[in-house]
């Protein structure tokens, strides 16, 4: 199966290496193109890097959107007429960082970025918010981890969109367990009761149900 990921950042390269160690196919996009090219090459073999977002779609039935959230709405605006039918995946947190390093959240506190971000989507597309509980170091650490596998939770309003996201996630390494609906998203960020734990399946459907 193919997914784009567009942004190959922090959290973009490590969620690209480690779907595609599990076999999945990629297409890579970025700002400048200079960093998507990198990672393909250093991926080898079943990652290619776009021409831009827009041809990162192509072909694809998913996409990463691991990018700030303070440019996630232009680029949703960029590629809107190529999102139909696909998955829609996206592991940002709604935070922005000032020139001291200081995060801010820059949605009111109780607004979730889930819902704010299906407002953002044109119709027809499917969200998962997913892959933005772990910092990158936890994420690329707990990846396939055995006997137990970590598990990585993710919020979605729409049916469809489980199987998909479910698969994913098992292609990258963990054990998916969806927290809710898009209204849950803010237990997945920085600051929820969900964000940047490594836990195993047991444990993560008795937090689930504490809330
Ligand atoms: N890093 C983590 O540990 C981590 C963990 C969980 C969740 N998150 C969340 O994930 C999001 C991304 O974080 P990050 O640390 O990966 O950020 P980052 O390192 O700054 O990477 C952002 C990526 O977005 C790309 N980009 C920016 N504008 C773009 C555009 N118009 N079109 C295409 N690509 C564009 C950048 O391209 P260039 O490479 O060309 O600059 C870069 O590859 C944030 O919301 C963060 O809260 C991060």
Redesign the pocket.
């Known amino acids: 199966m193919t997914t784009a990921i567009?942004?190959?950042?922090?959290?973009?390269?490590v969620i690209a290496r480690q779907l595609a160690s599990g076999g999945e196919t990629l297409r890579l996009?970025?700002?400048?193109?200079?960093?998507?090219r990198t990672l393909a090459a250093q991926i080898g073999r079943g990652a290619v890097a776009a021409a831009g977002?827009r041809e990162a779609l192509q072909g694809a039935g998913a996409v990463v959107l691991?990018?700030?959230?303070t440019?996630l709405k232009?680029?949703i605006d960029?590629i809107a007429d190529s999102l139909t039918g696909k998955l829609v995946v996206v592991?940002?947190?709604p935070?922005t960082i000032d020139a001291q390093g200081n995060l801010s959240r820059v949605l009111p506190e109780g607004q979730s970025s889930g819902e704010v971000l299906a407002g953002w989507l044109p119709p027809g597309v499917r969200l998962a918010m997913a892959?933005?509980?772990?910092?990158?170091?936890l994420?690329e650490s707990a990846g396939n981890r055995s006997p137990e596998p970590a598990v990585l939770f993710y919020a979605t309003g729409d049916d469809r969109a489980d199987k998909e996201v479910e698969r994913l996630i098992r292609t990258a390494g963990f054990e998916p367990v969806k927290v809710g609906g898009l209204e849950q998203s803010g237990r997945l960020e920085?600051g929820g009761d969900l964000h940047d734990l490594v836990v195993g399946p047991a444990e993560a459907r008795s937090l689930i149900g504490r809330a």
């Open positions: 567009i942004g190959t950042g922090g959290i973009g390269s996009s970025s700002a400048d193109s200079e960093s998507a977002n691991a990018l700030r959230f440019v232009s680029v960029e592991p940002s947190n935070l892959f933005g509980t772990l910092s990158a170091d994420f920085v």
